[in-house]
Nanobody, 119 residues
Framework: VQLQASGGGLVQAGGSLRLSCAAS????????MSWYRQAPGKQRELVAF???????NYADSVKGRFTISRDNAKDTVYLQMNSMKSEDTAVYYC??????????????WGQGTQVTVSS
């Protein structure tokens, strides 16, 4: 299973960005899709996840500012980031769990996309 993230870039504090991550593979049936981020010198942290049924969960630091969504037909997950802060600066990674051609997979990672928020 391959994940391709895109949409990162440079944005001013208070601005918005939308990240996308498309999964590809054989006969995919994806359960959970997630966004993580890793800032320089810090551990990777969970930002948000969404289940195939649309249930969502967010880190406290992004609640009310970020929105995760997905298009199951396209095996794609999105992260709409609003009211961005300098502390949102990080490399953002997407991850997915599910089945590919009947074989379970866990923690497939995309390559990451850099998000930089200037103050």
């Amino acid at each position: 299973v391959q994940l391709q993230a895109s949409g990162g870039g440079l944005v001013q504090a208070g601005g918005s960005l939308r990240l996308s991550c498309a999964a590809s593979g054989r006969s995919l049936n994806i359960n959970v899709m997630s966004w993580y981020r890793q800032a320089p010198g810090k551990q990777r942290e969970l930002v948000a996840f969404i289940t195939s049924g649309g249930s969502t969960n967010y880190a406290d630091s992004v609640k009310g500012r970020f929105t995760i969504s997905r298009d199951n037909a396209k095996d794609t997950v999105y992260l709409q980031m609003n009211s961005m802060k300098s502390e949102d600066t990080a490399v953002y990674y997407c991850s997915a769990d599910g089945w590919s051609a009947g074989t379970p997979f866990f923690g497939s990672w995309g390559q990451g996309t850099q998000v930089t928020v200037s103050s």
